[in-house]
T-cell receptor, first 117, second 115 residues
Framework: AQTVTQSQPEMSVQEAETVTLSCTYD???????LFWYKQPPSRQMILVIR??????QNATENRFSVNFQKAAKSFSLKISDSQLGDTAMYFC??????????????FGKGTKLSVIP | GAVVSQHPSRVICKSGTSVKIECRSL??????MFWYRQFPKQSLMLMAT?????????EQGVEKDKFLINHASLTLSTLTVTSAHPEDSSFYIC???????????FGQGTRLTVV
């Protein structure tokens, strides 16, 4: 079974600053995907960024980037130029890839990020 | 991206009654949908995997007779909470993915309150 660990229950960052959220995971799989989801107060789950395990290059989406260390099973999220709208719960998630096309997400417990004006 | 619509967004029901929550994939077909439960300030807990045309697969500890799942078409899965009790009050979220896509899209969630 896969496990996902987010060791920072809460974090805060000043507006325009940079913050890094940590995530580690445990799996015996070699082919998988990793995600960061954002859940704002509306509780709608929003995909922030995804990383395929077979890709060595770290994924980047505008102000969001990841540091993917496969050997260490670490997948941290860096948010640059933090904005007030980034205030939300952030969940790290692991998806096991199945050749049959099915998938299953395992979530970490989340990190509550507050961006301070 | 693909759109998953969940309805209703909020529902209040009396203890002992049943409530149905719908999850629709609006612009793609989904052979598999997932139902999660989220308690306040906690993570999403997978309840069951909904498979089109076959029985759902429930996670350990989830009562399949209480949480009835039906996936009768490639765009609709329903979760029925039967004989609801106050402890069933929670936030329920569904997700789905286009068959060949590995990204999960989530519904807006349903806040269920049992009084």
């Amino acid at each position: 079974a896969q496990t996902v660990t987010q060791s920072q229950p809460e974090m805060s960052v000043q507006e325009a600053e940079t913050v890094t959220l940590s995530c580690t995971y445990d799996t015996s799989e070699s082919n998988y995907y990793l995600f960061w989801y954002k859940q704002p107060p509306s509780r709608q789950m929003i995909l922030v960024i995804r990383q395929e395990a077979y890709k060595q290059q770290n994924a980047t989406e505008n102000r969001f980037s990841v540091n993917f260390q496969k050997a260490a099973k670490s997948f941290s999220l860096k948010i640059s130029d933090s904005q007030l709208g980034d205030t939300a719960m952030y969940f790290c998630a692991f998806m096991r890839h199945s050749g049959a096309g099915s998938y299953q997400l395992t979530f970490g417990k989340g990190t509550k990020l507050s961006v301070i004006p | 991206g693909a759109v998953v619509s969940q309805h209703p967004s909020r529902v209040i029901c009396k203890s002992g009654t049943s409530v149905k929550i719908e999850c629709r994939s609006l612009d793609f077909q989904a052979t598999t949908m997932f139902w999660y439960r989220q308690f306040p300030k906690q993570s999403l807990m997978l309840m069951a995997t909904s498979n089109e045309g076959s029985k759902a697969t429930y996670e350990q500890g989830v009562e399949k007779d209480k949480f009835l799942i039906n996936h009768a078409s490639l765009t609709l899965s329903t979760l029925t909470v039967t004989s609801a009790h106050p402890e069933d009050s929670s936030f329920y979220i569904c997700s789905a993915s286009p068959t060949i896509n590995t990204e999960a899209f989530f519904g807006q969630g349903t806040r269920l309150t049992v009084v």
